[in-house]
């Protein structure tokens, strides 16, 4: 498979092209004793980093979400997802990544599989209009929360099952659900079990974010038609070339440990293919959400984190680039590149002789596209502005689990460069609460006084 | 239309919410000097300054674009816009602020339109699975370039151009083209006079990111069925607003600009709507594109600018309020709420003995949503994190047509205060450059031997 080993280029990361602003590779030899404790910490722990094991310990739970898919390809015409976060997240930027983007317009686009809907929010226009365009009878629902207690999706699953009930019946109902949840806790598989409805798991240590190579991503998956088993098959060869003195995951990480220690509090994902646009999504979510920590392991406060943002190539070099190439010195910039795209288009040789237009005869739009990724990269190094890029051979299920699995442990290792918990999220517990004491949930309510003795609204400040 | 005025709550701006990280109403007065010289600067401006008459100056291309729109309705079953940048992110923004989210999927949410794509980049295998899709003989395609030598517009004009000649004769072809461009200026129109396409104009002084008042954004909204007069009606209020002394976009950009200036960086837009959700897109370039200057006016060097990051209530709750309540203190967050939604969903009162689940049911999915937007506000105010909410009463084209009026008046009124152009994009130059060298684009050959001279990268650093 070595012929569709996705590559890691960080040449622009260096001072070498890029100028003062760059790495030289002398402040990564000054940080071993740190990035040494950092690969040594990574392998003592690998037992508490369930996801780590995803690629390799799934042959039952492959073979009974392709049964199960099976079944559903012949009996349902669309699939909606309810999840939020990784639940919602992972799902898409798969399907996005594999199928074409009007795969759920056109039938030829979807080879028999069903329509996918993933309902990651709970606006109730959006929701209202999704009730009224799928057919009951003929659509699944699958609910995933590990916790069994997410407010949204158990929100969208209580209005659901009541539909379903009404409209079909109680008995047929049952079958037009299935929920991914914790093997043992939490209300969902407890009322799965009640319920007779079709079940899969979350292993334990899995969370939300880490979770797309389990179940939550692969039910989805393979349901569309995903071939999930080449999914996992490069998500193991990642974990293999992980284990290479060359770690292209762990240089993720070092390098953007280095550069937000100097100040680069943004990270930019611009991938340069329709395909991958969602992957950038579901990584906003995994370097987010685990990295912006208030305290690190010693209950020190420190604040760290670096904000990622989404771009994509070349549309946004449209919106972005001016900003990145002239603006504040504050982000580095990872370019995902594909070789070998599956279809192209070739320019026609008309307006020959009009200057900004006959250069263009002839030419593919692959070339133009390939091109203006090439120059963007040139454009920012000659700025001086860090940047790497990350290339995939072919975008198919083989490059994507490498992708997938190779962020999961960038983010891993740099949670412990910066020595923080990468894999909780205290920080949305507040929300969370004070959403409980606005519904006047039962055991909110100094929660609910706290909030109402806060400052009153100045009017004045309201234009 | 008082009921339908939007308005600005920035009480979450000032210390005496979030502490100190907040800021003081005397560093506004502080800076009173600088605002009076904006305010007047804005007002000496204008005439350089189109795009503030598009509210007030297009009787007559609003009723051409209704008669041409009414006809297009009548032959065509699908719009496709070629356009990237502004010309692309106005119409998706305005589409999908107005539309269902399953417009193109479900035609009776169509009401009779066109479904529309917006193709916006080059990605080979999405255009060729977009001519793959399209029927030829049903479709429209409206290119949008006001210098009519944008590449990538281009390129896909010469295309489908090529395509409907073969497919349709070049005399049935014309019809299935129509091309907004410069009145006088650039390849397209004269092209489009050559061929007998139908033609709208982008007015001289309206550059592509303030372009969606005018032909660009108006056409596609109008052969969709938005209403074109109401949007222009919003802006025209919010013109009005602006005239105030409580000047919403004003105080705006005047506190993005105090926050700028004590190292706020990032700036995050977060609509609580699923309908706002591209408005952030088309603001993401608006603010980059216009604000990220190397120079100032005098030809200091100041790398200004602040990165736009979008997110998306409540989804996003779940992957990056995280790092906003918790990382650095190097953002504001503004919020988009609504305060009334075109439809709602029940949560029944199932589960009523199950604690996470039971306090949901008989409230509706909008009541949730709300209280999850004040939630969120609450946990960032109590976190010490600036931020501020821009509510529309209804998602409507009034309302949007204020909003996106109010964004472009602080996008300028902010460039005024930073003393920088908020009108070109130099930096964009180079990586245009590059890629007419990468082609061979005679009259680049000095720009392909610079790049032939830079440093060849070391495969050492290639992973």
Chains 1, 2 share one sequence.
């Not at 092209?17 to 040594?40: H, T, W």
């Not at 999706?153 to 299935?178: C, P, R």
């Not at 594909?338 to 739009?365: M, N, Q, R, Y």
Request: with cysteine; charged share 20%; proline share 4%.
């Amino acid at each position: 498979m070595e012929s569709f080993r996705i590559r890691l280029d960080y040449n622009n990361m260096l001072a070498e092209f890029v100028g003062q602003d760059g790495i030289n590779p002398a402040e990564i030899d000054k940080i071993q004793a740190k990035i040494d404790a950092a690969v040594a910490a990574m392998a003592a722990k690998r037992d508490q980093m369930a996801w780590r094991d995803l690629p390799h310990n799934q042959d039952n739970v492959v073979s009974d979400i392709l049964a199960y898919a099976a079944q559903v390809r012949a009996k349902f015409d669309t699939l909606v997802v309810f999840g939020i976060g990784g639940s919602a997240l992972g799902p898409i930027a798969l399907q996005q990544a594999i199928h074409s983007p009007f795969y759920n317009i056109c039938q030829t686009h979807r080879s028999g599989g069903p329509r996918l809907f993933v309902a990651d929010n709970i606006d109730p226009a959006t929701m209202a209009r999704l009730l009224d365009m799928v057919d009951l009878k003929t659509t699944l629902f699958s609910v995933v929360s590990k916790s069994g207690s997410t407010s949204e999706t158990m929100a969208q699953f209580m209005i659901i099952k009541n539909m379903l009930e009404q409209n079909l019946g109680k008995s047929a109902a049952k079958d037009h659900l299935v929920c991914t949840t914790d093997r043992e806790n939490g209300n969902l598989i407890k009322i799965a079990r009640t319920e007779g409805y079709k079940t899969f798991y979350i292993p334990g240590g899995v969370g939300g974010r880490f979770s797309q190579l389990c179940p939550v991503g692969l039910l989805p998956a393979a349901i569309c038609g995903i071939d999930i088993r080449q999914l996992l098959a490069g998500a193991a060869y990642m974990d293999d070339l992980c284990k290479s003195d060359n770690n292209p995951a762990y240089m993720y990480a070092i390098l953007h440990y280095i550069a937000m220690m100097r100040g680069k509090n943004i990270s930019v994902m611009m991938p340069y293919a329709d395909s991958l646009k969602y992957i950038a999504d579901w990584y906003a979510q995994l370097w987010a959400e685990s990295l912006g920590k208030k305290y690190d392991r010693a209950g020190n406060v420190v604040n760290v984190g670096q904000t990622p943002v989404k771009a994509l190539g070349v549309t946004d070099q449209h919106s972005q680039v001016q900003l990145y190439v002239e603006g504040p010195y504050d982000k580095i910039v990872v370019l995902l590149g594909v070789d070998s795209f599956h279809a192209d288009v070739e320019i026609p040789k008309t307006f020959a002789d009009v200057p900004s237009l006959g250069f263009l005869g002839g030419h593919t739009l692959a070339r133009l596209l390939t091109a203006e990724q090439q120059a963007t990269e040139y454009a920012l190094m000659k700025a001086g502005r860090m940047n790497m890029t990350i290339t995939l051979p072919q975008v198919n299920e083989f490059t994507i689990g490498q992708l997938l699995y190779m962020l999961e442990m960038a983010t891993a290792f740099a949670g412990e460069l910066l020595d923080i918990d990468a894999f909780d999220q205290p920080g949305v517990e507040e929300g969370k609460n004070a959403t409980y004491a606005y519904f006047g949930r039962p055991g909110y309510e100094t929660k609910k006084a706290e909030m109402d003795a806060a400052p009153a609204k100045n009017p004045k400040y309201i234009i």
